[in-house]
């Protein structure tokens, strides 16, 4: 992570070159039905006596007996070294390893990089391109250029007037007038026939 | 991937043809619609990695209506390269040279400007008159509508037709109506 903040600014397709893209997976699809904790070991390193490791040492005395008592799948290193700045070892159940610095961090921010590590799969962190992700896309299938079109289309001889022409939305005054007109002429023609 | 799984994809992501008749219609509205169709943005699976777009079939390029002023007003601007190569065409004078042009120009400039644009173009065909080739015809299978219904003139009416059109009033039998 320390790495990162080096790198000079660069598009997301520099980045994914570099980093690599993935869509959202989980690792043997876990969480649905059951839950399988991923990280199996932890390891807080620190220093007894730096003022680096304060923060560290005022997790482990309050801190870290909750976490340990909520996680009992997790394995809790604790690992004092003299004159070293404090870190956060996580292992994962598949191999992989995150190593975190704590140097000079409160135990509040230390609480909260345990909850990240503790949720992680081990797997590395790659830009998601998709939030979303499904195994069965569709029930109904997927679309088609075809779905809810006009069977007249796949016959019809193209260019086709009636499938080019704008659609008509009510009438217009002319049209009003001519109905008009021969109403008209129908009401008259009948007057004239009953006077004859 | 089975034969069903197969054919599902080439239905999904098949190239449909659509045919646009420009007969009087507005090129630069046109362009905003028929961008959509060649870049795909028309089809709910639509994603800008996702190449979808669809060909369209312009006919009667030639027969285009400008809005207001614009076949005197509006300018092409090209530039050979060379000193003094720098040369301003008006639209009518554009239109005469090629009666394509003005519609391949307007969807070009609507187009988002990315390495896809020449692409998207590529799925373009305009036709200055309504004859199209019958290898272009037979793979068309939809017609975008036009946006503004085309006005009839007066001299495409029968006579029958403009007889029966009611009258307001009738002029004087000895009224001379002046040319």
Redesign the interface.
Same mark, same amino acid.
């Given at each position: 992570m320390c790495l990162l903040w080096n790198l000079p600014k660069m598009s997301s397709r520099t980045w994914s070159l570099f980093w690599g893209s993935r869509f959202v997976k989980t690792p043997l699809q876990n969480g649905i039905g059951r839950y399988v904790q991923q990280l199996q070991r932890i390891t807080l390193k620190f220093c007894k006596t730096h003022g680096g490791s304060q923060g560290m040492r005022d997790y482990i005395e309050k801190e870290l007996i909750h976490f340990a008592k909520e996680n009992p799948g997790v394995v809790v290193y604790v690992k004092p070294r003299r004159h070293r700045s404090p870190c956060l070892k996580a292992e994962y159940l598949n191999g992989g390893e995150e190593y975190i610095s704590m140097h000079r961090l409160p135990a509040d921010d230390i609480v909260r990089w345990m909850a990240y590590l503790r949720g992680r799969s081990g797997y590395p962190t790659d830009r998601i391109r998709k939030d979303q992700h499904t195994d069965h896309p569709s029930i109904q299938g997927p679309w088609t250029p075809w779905l809810h079109r006009d069977p007249q289309t796949n016959v019809a001889q193209y260019p086709n007037e009636d499938l080019s022409c704008v659609e008509v939305m009510g009438r217009s005054a002319t049209e009003e007038l001519r109905e008009m007109f021969k109403k008209q002429k129908l009401v008259s023609s009948y007057k004239r026939s009953v006077e004859s | 991937m089975s034969a069903i799984r197969r054919v599902?994809q080439w #239905?999904?992501f $098949?190239r449909?043809w659509y045919?646009y008749?420009a007969k009087w219609q507005n090129p630069f509205d046109s362009a905003d619609k028929i961008k959509e169709y060649i870049s795909g943005t028309h089809?709910?699976?639509y994603h800008p990695l996702n190449d979808c777009g669809?060909h369209v079939v312009v006919?009667n390029s030639r027969h285009i209506a400008l809005p207001g002023m614009e076949w005197e007003r509006r300018v092409y601007f090209h530039h050979t390269g060379y000193p003094g190569g720098a040369s301003w065409t008006l639209a009518w004078e554009l239109h005469r040279k090629d009666p394509t042009l003005v519609v391949r120009k307007a969807v070009y400039s609507k187009l988002d400007k990315n390495l896809l644009r020449r692409g998207k173009m590529a799925r373009l065909h305009i036709f200055a008159d309504?004859e199209v080739p019958n290898s272009i015809?037979e793979n068309?299978? $939809?017609?975008? %509508?036009?946006? %503004? #219904?085309?006005p009839k003139r007066l001299d495409h009416y029968t006579d029958e037709e403009i007889k029966s059109?009611?009258r307001i009033f009738d002029w004087p039998k000895d009224y001379v109506i002046p040319n």
């Open positions: - | 599902q #239905a999904t $098949g449909m045919l008749d089809k709910p699976i669809d006919i309504d015809l068309l299978s $939809g017609q975008i %509508r036009q946006l %503004r #219904a085309v059109f009611p």
